[in-house]
């Protein structure tokens, strides 16, 4: 496996809380990783910080040679490692083209954005129908397509994506993993946190299952959807 980026040793704490307690692991190029457990568990407070939007009270972020954790947030975005925010933040007053446009605001080259646009919108035909329509009057599966639509206008090497599936229909979850899977096919490597354990770990290649803080079993994600812990403990058995 060809490493892309490498979390090593990462702990963030929220005052005298210590929410994420030391984890190590690694990307593989072109896979799908996903970091699964419950609730608080530190999922998203783990990509928050490798986003450069919270500071680690120790560990490194390696990527191409270089400690993210040293950088700010728009330089690591310009680097190529970009994050889909839990929530989707959208801008709502906004139209969908104006936000896949903001989405491309770190790149100069106008005939790349300009095929990546071709491409994101034949990938989200419903985003084509909507180009002029306000953001805010899109659905909530919608304004996922867009939030993922509009990180792939950064052209990232690495995609963040915290919780996509979160408060989706079941029908609009099954889309938006399967267009992961389409989107991982193109060689773009994702690092998916989710509370969906079993959609998650059926797309991704690797997984490690975050408890309070710690990583406890790491395994393909084949290999963790029949481990008898993890069925027992998010696959209702």
Do not use: C
């Amino acid at each position: 496996m060809s490493e892309i980026l490498q979390i090593d040793d990462l702990a963030v704490s929220y005052g005298h809380i210590e929410a994420v307690k030391g984890i190590t692991l690694t990307l593989g190029e072109g896979d799908i990783t996903a970091l699964v457990g419950a609730n608080g568990a530190g999922k998203s407070t783990s990509l928050l910080a490798v986003s450069g939007l919270l500071k680690p009270v120790r560990g490194r972020v390696l990527f191409d040679g270089v400690d993210l954790l040293t950088l700010p947030a728009h330089k690591i975005v310009s680097r190529g490692v970009v994050q889909v925010a839990e929530g989707r933040a959208i801008l709502t007053t906004l139209t969908v083209g104006e936000n896949l446009a903001l989405g491309a605001y770190t790149r100069r080259d106008k005939a790349g954005i300009a095929r990546d646009l071709a491409w994101i919108l034949a990938l989200f035909p419903v985003l084509e129908n909507r180009i002029d329509g306000l953001a805010g009057n899109l659905s909530g599966g919608e304004q996922q397509m867009l939030a993922i639509g509009r990180a792939l206008m950064a052209k990232p090497r690495v995609l963040l994506l915290d919780e996509p599936s979160m408060g989706l229909a079941p029908l609009m979850v099954q889309e938006i993993f399967r267009v992961l899977k389409e989107i991982n096919q193109t060689g773009l490597t994702i690092l998916l946190v989710e509370q969906n354990v079993r959609q998650a770990l059926r797309i991704a290649h690797r997984g490690y299952v975050l408890e309070t803080g710690k990583i406890v079993l790491t395994d393909s994600g084949a290999n963790l959807l029949n481990n008898p812990k993890v069925l027992e403990a998010y696959l209702g058995g």
